[in-house]
């Protein structure tokens, strides 16, 4: 299943953006300690605009981290309170806009606003489509007993879950040693 193609992109961002936490990076460290660390991030994800690259913005984006962290684990109602907050707080102006590759696509803020205000917007915009699609089921958290990453299960048959191929395979290697373990008790 799809969404528009600019609110698939936003999606996977906010989950890259969301697994950046210790508990849920691959390295077990924050991914995203430093100004430079966030550039690597928004870069991948062709993310243009406002760049202050200094530790207020890192900060500010933190802070917008675990908000939109939040909304994995809240029911359809609890979300579109906090989207409809994160919209209004910024007072976003939903505008198509072209540019650089891309072709016709939303934005709700100026390219000057500050990065963690348009990650939040772009974020809520989003999930605007989720939320009015009622396809909030297809935002999840990490099966893995311990990981707290968090997904967006784009899959057709909605049988994503796990954060990573790394998560599904451990899980995996669990499950498996469970099995072998069992089976010498039994034998
Ligand atoms: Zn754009
Ligand atoms: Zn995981």
Redesign the pocket.
Known sequence: MHFAPDTDEALEFVVALS?TVPT?SRSGVDEIATPSELTALLDAFGYSGRFDRDEAELVAVLDARDRLRGVFVMDRDAAVAEVNLMLREVGALPQLVRHDALDWHLHATDLTAPLADRIRVEAALALVDVLRSDEMGRLRT???FD???V?VDLSRNGSKR???V??GNRMNMVAFRARAAAGDLTS
């Open positions: 697994n849920a990490c099966e893995a990981c707290d990453g997904l796990f954060c990573s790394r998560c």
